[in-house]
Structure formats: C-alpha cells, structure tokens
C-alpha cells in the first residue's frame, strides 16, 4: 500500500462509501481500538475490537448518525506487508448521541480532535488484516480544517 492508494481509502472513509471501504478489508479483518478514546483502558468496559466488515459498517453507521468523522493523513510510511499512518481524526458533533450510541458522551457542538497512529497489516493480497489505531493526544479543537 503506497501513500497515494491508501487516499482513495480515506476518501472512501470520509464519504461514507462502507462498501468501498470494506473492499479493501479481509474477510475475518480485525479493527483494535484502545479504549474508546475517553480515558484509561478499563477491562470489559472500554477497549473495542471490532471483527469483519459487518462490524465495522455497523460501528461507523451508528456514529455517524450523530457525529461527522473526518481522516486527515499527515506521516506515511510502508514496509513490506506493513504501514503505519499518523491521523488527524477530527469529530464535529451535530447532534447529541442518545444514551449508548457510540461518542454518547458527547454533545451537539463538539469538537474533538485526536492525532492518532494506525498500523496496518497486510495479507499476501494486499486486503488488510489487521488494524491496530493508537491515541497519543487530543488536539485543540479550533485546529479543525474540517468544520
């Protein structure tokens, strides 16, 4: 995966193409995240993995009910059967998310933006197995390019 084929992917991510998306996912592709990025890992609370494409699109279709999600690609670098991506995710809230939503802590009118590293494994086709999203910080909100 180069650079310029992973754009289409987050172009695809950010219009809300699942299919697309998911086209580019194994059968059995694993998404890991490490704790929701609310706070401190907490076994059997927070910390999601995510299995198949079918949970992905769930996932992202009932957070983008309320919540606009946004990739922005800053630092690339590929390997072999690996690569690794800085992300500049931005989620502008328009409307509250009900009571166990995913972001249901959040409120209409929020702005959170996390820069988060991403590293992706590869099978012998080039359909990605495993995803592995890392958060390292929040960013200020009037950062946002997207609003």
């Not at 929701?36 to 079918?54: A, C, D, E, R, S």
Request: with cysteine; hydrophobic share 35%.
């Amino acid at each position: 995966m180069n650079r310029e084929q992973f754009m289409k992917y987050v172009d695809h991510f950010n219009n809300h193409r699942w299919d697309k998306v998911t086209s580019y996912f194994r059968p059995d592709v694993t998404l890991e995240y490490p704790d929701n990025f609310m706070g401190p890992q907490i076994p059997g609370i927070t910390g999601n993995t995510l299995h198949g494409p079918k949970e992905f699109i769930a996932n992202y279709k009932a957070l983008t009910a309320n919540v606009r999600e946004v990739l922005n690609v800053g630092a690339f670098i590929s390997r072999g059967r690996q690569f690794c991506v800085e992300l500049i995710t931005e989620f502008h809230v328009f409307q509250t998310p009900p009571a166990g939503a995913p972001a249901a802590q959040w409120k209409k009118g929020d702005t959170h933006i996390l820069n988060q590293i991403v590293l992706y494994d590869l099978d012998e086709k080039g359909k990605f197995k495993r995803i592995r999203i890392f958060h390292h910080r929040h960013l200020d909100p009037k950062t946002a390019k997207h609003k």
